[in-house]
T-cell receptor
Framework: KNEVEQSPQNLTAQEGEFITINCSYS?????LHWLQQHPGGGIVSLFMLSSGKKKHGRLIATINIQEKHSSLHITASHPRDSAVYICAVSPTDKLIFGTGTRLQVFP | DVKVTQSSRYLVKRTGEKVFLECVQD?????MFWYRQDPGLGLRLIYFSYDVKMKEKGDIPEGYSVSREKKERFSLILESASTNQTSMYLC????????????FGEGSRLTVL
C-alpha cells in the first residue's frame, strides 16, 4: 500500500464546476505539499500546509492532521486548470509523493 | 522571479554513454534534489544535497552519482546510461528541509537508445 494515496486518478469537468482532489497519507508528517504539473513537465508549488486551510485565488487547500487527509479544491474551474495535481508529504527530510490526479476541464 | 534552471529539456543518448544533467538555482537555497518521474510511479528521489560537497542517497541511487561543488549547482551524472534510465528528470531546491516550499526546474526528458 502506498504511503500517499490520491483520488481520483483522473477527473474531467466542465468549465465552472467545483473540483475536489483528495490526498490520504499513512505516516506522521511535518508538512503536506500540493503541486501542479502542466503538460511539458514543469512543476509548480501551489501550497505547503501543516494545519488548517490556505487559499490562493480560486484554489483552496485543507488538511486534517488527525485524519491524515488533505483536499485541494478549485472553484469556478477553467480549462487552464487542466494539469496533473500532485500531493506530497514530508515525514522525514525526504518527500513522499502521490502518483497524481490528472484533471481535464472542458469549455 | 526565483528560478531553477535545468541545462537540457530533451536529450537522446546511446547505451553506455556518460550523461550529465545540470541544475542551477538562483535563490541561495542549501537544499537541492534530483528526482525521476515515470508514468504510474510518481516522483522518486535519486539524490539530494543539503550543502556544498554534501550528498545523500535517495530511494533509487543505483546507476547515478551527483556533484555539488558550488551552492547553486547540483549535477546528476549517469556514468553509463542504460535504457531503463529513460525518464523525465526533475531538479528541485528548497530553503528549509522538511517545511520549505519546493521550486522545480522545467525537467529534462532523457531517452537512452
Amino acid at each position: 500500500k502506498n504511503e500517499v494515496e490520491q483520488s481520483p486518478q483522473n477527473l474531467t469537468a466542465q468549465e465552472g464546476e467545483f473540483i475536489t482532489i483528495n490526498c490520504s497519507y499513512s505516516v506522521g508528517i511535518s508538512a503536506l505539499h500540493w503541486l501542479q504539473q502542466h503538460p511539458g513537465g514543469g512543476i509548480v508549488s501551489l501550497f505547503m500546509l501543516s494545519s488548517g486551510k490556505k487559499k490562493h485565488g480560486r484554489l483552496i487547500a485543507t488538511i486534517n492532521i488527525q485524519e491524515k487527509h488533505s483536499s485541494l479544491h478549485i472553484t469556478a474551474s477553467h480549462p487552464r486548470d487542466s494539469a496533473v495535481y500532485i500531493c506530497a508529504v514530508s515525514p522525514t527530510d525526504k518527500l513522499i509523493f502521490g502518483t497524481g490526479t490528472r484533471l481535464q476541464v472542458f469549455p | 522571479d526565483v528560478k531553477v534552471t535545468q541545462s537540457s529539456r530533451y536529450l537522446v543518448k546511446r547505451t553506455g554513454e556518460k550523461v550529465f544533467l545540470e541544475c542551477v538555482q538562483d535563490m541561495d537555497h542549501e537544499n537541492m534534489f534530483w528526482y525521476r518521474q515515470d508514468p504510474g510511479l510518481g516522483l522518486r528521489l535519486i539524490y539530494f544535497s543539503y550543502d556544498v560537497k554534501m550528498k545523500e542517497k535517495g530511494d533509487i541511487p543505483e546507476g547515478y552519482s551527483v556533484s555539488r561543488e558550488k551552492k547553486e549547482r547540483f549535477s546528476l551524472i549517469l556514468e553509463s546510461a542504460s535504457t531503463n534510465q529513460t525518464s523525465m528528470y526533475l531538479c528541485a531546491s528548497s530553503l528549509l528541509r522538511r517545511t520549505g516550499e519546493l521550486f522545480f526546474g522545467e525537467g529534462s526528458r532523457l531517452t537512452v537508445l
